[in-house]
C-alpha cells in the first residue's frame, strides 16, 4: 500500500475513538488463530481502556487507511520492560495486528517503524517479540527488519518464550 494512503498515530488512550478502534482491532486478533481463536472478553473490553490509561509503560501505535475514509487496519500494543545488563528500558511488541485485507501491504512495517521511533524516544536499547513459530509471513517481516532470534551464547542456545497462568 503506498504510505501516502497509510496514516501511523500514537493511540491516545483518552480518546474514545482511538479506544474503540483498538479494542476492535484487537478482538479481530484474538479471534484470529494466530491470536488464540477466541474473541476479547466482556471484561477486557470493558476495563481495557481504564487499565491501559494507568499504566505509563504501555504505549500503541494504530494505522488508519485514508484510502479508505480513514479506516483503522493496523495496532501495536507495546510494554515498556527493563534491560538489567543494559541498565535501560527495553520496549516488547506485545502485539502486532493488521487486518486479512491489508496484511502483505508492509503496514505492520511501518508501525514498527514508528514503535522503534518511539522506543528510541524512552531510551530503549531493543525491541523483543514473541512470534508463533508457524506464522511465516511475522517472521519474515521481523526478520527483514532486522529482529533476530535471542541468545547470549550460541552454546547455549536460543531463548524460549513460555508463560504460566496465574490465579486470580
Known amino acids: 500500500m503506498p504510505k501516502s494512503q497509510l496514516r501511523i498515530c500514537s493511540a491516545d488512550y483518552a480518546n474514545p475513538q482511538h479506544m474503540q478502534v483498538l479494542i476492535d482491532l484487537l478482538d479481530a486478533y484474538a479471534s484470529d488463530p494466530m491470536g488464540g481463536g477466541e474473541p476479547l472478553s466482556a471484561f477486557a473490553k470493558a476495563n481495557l481502556p481504564n487499565a491501559l490509561q494507568t499504566r505509563p509503560s504501555l504505549f500503541s501505535v494504530l ?19 527493563f534491560s538489567t545488563f543494559a541498565c535501560r ?21 511501518h508501525m514498527l517503524a514508528a514503535v522503534s521511533t518511539l522506543a528510541q524516544q524512552r531510551g530503549a536499547c531493543k525491541l523483543t517479540l514473541e512470534v508463533l513459530s508457524n506464522n511465516l509471513p511475522a517472521i519474515q517481516l521481523y526478520r527483514r527488519i532486522g529482529f533476530e532470534n535471542y541468545q547470549l551464547d550460541p552454546a547455549m542456545g536460543q531463548a524460549q518464550f513460555m508463560h504460566r497462568w496465574l490465579s486470580p
Not at 72 to 81: D, Q, R, S
Not at 97 to 106: D, E, K, M, N
Request: hydrophobic fraction near 50%.
Open 89 to 109: 528500558p527495553l520496549v516488547n511488541v506485545h502485539d502486532v495486528v493488521v487486518l486479512a485485507s491489508h496484511r502483505g501491504q508492509r503496514v505492520a512495517e
Open 63 to 81: 494505522a488508519f487507511d485514508d484510502a479508505l475514509a480513514g479506516k483503522a487496519v493496523g495496532l501495536v500494543n507495546c510494554v515498556e520492560g
